[in-house]
């Protein structure tokens, strides 16, 4: 076995205690009755048991469970996508007062195959969230929807919480990594988010280890900052299947520690970093955190 092969084997820190309490198992049966979807699961997400088995938290995947994009990174299906279900938001909500969510993140695949890229669906779920549980912050992680001003404006308009959208990873590695998506419009979305509702904060999330110069992160951070992103999310990517691409670097959890302080550093409100960080880990806390410190 080569030097590289060993260097790539998955480190101690990545190892995952599997939870399948009752908490895990009623609320699976709970998504599977409603009809609903969950980026925890398609995404094969490594946090998945211990948001569902202990803090009991989900992230719903509306417009259905196949993307029109095809990320060399993502697990999610690519392919045709079903027609939309304009019930799905009731569900959605009926699912988040149920489980009694103090806070909800909404994302949803690539549908480039509608000239709306699914936002009117997507802010009728934010509508219905509202209305049977005006309590509960929502957060709402869309694709770029084409980059059509009227769809963003479509979804700010239904004053989420909080708006979402990843860059994913650094300019350089973009045309490699995500499909059709672009670095350049990722950063005009979230500028675009921020000028339409200068009150709701605006958050982005990047993956390492796919290739990346330390350079080039703290490039992107600055380029975040540029457009007014207040909260960031680092976390290690983690290749789902062969046909991914292959992990160029595993990061230490005291990198992950020091890009954390730097972010807050270049004036990120919060920033969640560490191996297993994906975009709506911890997101509850990470809204709090955020409020507090602007």
């Not at 205690?17 to 409603?34: A, D, I, V």
């Not at 569900?91 to 699914?118: C, F, I, P, Q, W």
């Not at 302080?261 to 990470?286: M, N, T, W």
Request: net charge positive; glycine share 4%; hydrophobic share 35%.
């Amino acid at each position: 076995m080569s030097t590289k092969e060993q260097h790539l084997r998955k480190p101690e820190w990545l190892k995952i205690k599997l939870n399948t309490n009752e908490h895990y198992t009623g609320l699976k049966k709970m998504m599977r009755e409603k009809q609903l979807h969950t980026v925890c699961e398609e995404a094969r997400c490594p946090n998945i048991h211990e948001c569902w088995a202990v803090r009991r938290t989900a992230t719903f995947m509306i417009l259905g469970d196949v993307c029109t994009r095809a990320c060399r990174f993502c697990a999610v299906k690519t392919g045709l996508p079903t027609e939309l279900d304009w019930q799905e938001p009731e569900r959605v909500a009926e699912s988040v007062r149920l489980m009694n969510l103090k806070h909800v993140v909404v994302t949803a695949v690539a549908r480039d195959d509608l000239k709306d890229g699914g936002a009117a669906v997507f802010a009728e779920t934010v509508r219905a969230i509202r209305r049977k549980n005006p309590l509960t912050t929502i957060e709402v992680l869309p694709s770029d929807m084409g980059g059509v001003y009227e769809n963003l404006k479509a979804l700010m308009d239904a004053r989420p919480d909080i708006l979402n959208h990843n860059i994913e990873t650094v300019r350089r590695l973009t045309p490699r990594v995500r499909a059709r998506a672009t670095y350049e419009r990722s950063l005009e979305f979230l500028r675009r988010a921020k000028e339409m509702q200068p009150d709701i904060p605006t958050k982005s999330s990047l993956m390492v280890g796919l290739g990346e110069t330390k350079e080039e992160i703290l490039e992107t951070m600055d380029d975040l900052r540029a457009v007014g992103v207040n909260i960031l999310t680092i976390g290690q990517y983690l290749q789902p299947t062969k046909k991914h691409l292959k992990v160029e670097k595993y990061y230490h959890p005291h990198e992950f520690m020091e890009l954390k302080e730097i972010a807050l550093a270049k004036g990120f409100s919060h920033c969640e970093s560490g191996p297993l960080v994906r975009s709506s880990y911890h997101a509850d806390e990470q809204v709090q955190s955020a409020k507090a410190n602007e």
